[in-house]
């Protein structure tokens, strides 16, 4: 049985995916490059040291992808349903944050917060432009992974 693929163009940069899934391997991205550039981690700090603690630029891709391909604004619980249906289960869906800090790491420019109240807790709820996840990325964290893909 074939690996579901449900996007139809990379996470990264937006090109139009051609190499369909095989059993073992999805193929979230369109090559070699990409893959190498979101298969890191970004300190908030100090993004253009190595390190394996940080923040997984794959799950901030999936975020991203989930924004910007929802037509409303999307509480934090939402969001991260919405990746399990479409991704499966990743190992960062195991730790529950706000998306509060990883909203940070994008341009403010290209997301929109709101405050709502739901069954009278208060509930940020966010939305994404459509633009591609490179150009949402703050000019310091792109700058980060291009060099640290080299």
């Not at 509930?123 to 080299?150: C, G, H, V």
Request: hydrophobic letters at 35%.
């Amino acid at each position: 049985m074939l690996r579901l693929r449900p996007n139809t163009k990379c996470l990264c940069c937006d090109v139009v995916l051609t190499r369909p899934p095989t059993k073992q391997r999805p193929f979230y991205y369109c090559g070699q490059d990409c893959w190498k550039m979101c298969n890191l981690s970004l300190n908030f700090f100090t993004p253009e040291m190595k390190r394996n603690r940080g923040q997984s630029i794959s799950a901030l891709s999936m975020i991203w992808w989930v924004l910007r391909n929802a037509d409303e604004f999307l509480p934090t619980k939402e969001v991260y349903l919405r990746i399990t249906e479409n991704f499966g289960d990743k190992a960062f869906l195991k730790r529950h944050k706000s998306l509060n800090r990883v909203m940070t790491y994008f341009r403010p420019d290209v997301w929109e917060v709101i405050d709502d109240k739901i069954d009278g807790k208060n509930i940020k709820s966010y939305r994404a432009k459509q633009i591609s996840f490179q150009d949402a990325l703050q000019p310091r964290f792109y700058e980060a992974m291009k060099k640290r893909n080299l």
